[in-house]
């Protein structure tokens, strides 16, 4: 079964723009889930899409937005790029059982390196 | 404020002997803790996880530890091998917040001397 893929890979741009990435899950997955990795602050958490409906939401401002389409992939787009944006954004899906802790296991995408000049 | 912390960014561990990674928490209403392993240019791979219902959960070489009264959770590798040498992330999530919303320690670096 294929993994969690993210395009692109890598993409470099300037303040002010806004920028697109891309998430397509596991067959089968239904919740997507985007996280923000920066080496002061670790992983952090964005948002997660389950059904097109954003379910959980983290501590982001509104730049920071994303969707689901009905075959569960996921875009996340950032606008007014900031010099502090610059970071590894990863995807992670899961089947997407109930809310209450414990009954779903994340699979990790190998991310997309934003780097904001 | 860091919920979940990984107080040794490092450990150094020789082929064949056990390597212990430490992980505190401070939110008593986490409910699920993981383990994940990062190489470089990849995402986090999942390992092993455990319900606070439980105090261990063993995988083959990985077994997770749950002191919930302190707050604390562990995770044993034995016997370590060179291919276990990469960074690893302890993170929790509860009910509340959803379990998709993972809090993350800060991870740490295990090298595997061979």
């Known amino acids: 079964k294929a993994g969690v893929t993210q395009t692109p890979r890598y993409l470099i741009k300037t303040r002010g723009q806004q920028v697109t990435l891309s998430c397509s899950p596991i067959?089968?997955?239904?919740?997507v889930s985007w996280y923000q990795q920066t080496p002061g602050q670790g992983l952090q958490f964005l948002f997660e899409?389950?059904?097109?409906?954003?379910?959980n939401k983290g501590n982001f401002p509104g730049r920071f937005s994303g969707r689901q389409f009905s075959n569960s992939r996921s875009e996340m787009n950032v606008s007014t790029l900031e010099l502090g944006d610059s970071a590894l954004y990863l995807c992670?899906?899961?089947?997407?059982?109930?809310?209450?802790?414990?009954?779903?296991?994340?699979?990790f995408g190998p991310g997309t390196r934003l780097t904001v000049l | 404020d860091q919920q979940v912390k990984q107080n040794s960014p490092s450990l150094s561990v020789q082929e064949g002997r056990i390597s212990i990674l430490n992980c505190d928490y401070t939110?008593?209403?986490?409910?699920?803790f993981l383990w994940y392993k990062k190489y470089p240019a990849e995402g986090p791979t999942f390992l092993i996880s455990?319900?606070?219902?439980?105090d261990k959960n063993e995988d083959g070489r990985f077994t997770v530890f749950l002191n919930k009264s302190a707050k604390h959770l562990s995770l044993h590798i034995v016997p370590s091998q060179p291919g276990d040498s990469a960074v690893y992330f302890c993170?929790?999530?509860?009910?509340?917040?959803?379990?998709?919303?993972?809090?993350f320690g800060t991870g740490t670096r295990l090298t595997v001397i061979p």
């Open positions: 992670a899906s899961s089947l997407g059982a109930s809310g209450a802790g414990g009954a779903d296991t994340q699979y």
């Open positions: 067959s089968g997955h239904r919740s």
């Open positions: 899409y389950f059904s097109e409906t954003q379910r």
């Open positions: 939110n008593s209403m986490f409910d699920y």
């Open positions: 455990i319900s606070s219902i439980k």
């Open positions: 993170a929790a999530s509860n009910g509340i917040t959803g379990a998709n919303n993972l809090f």
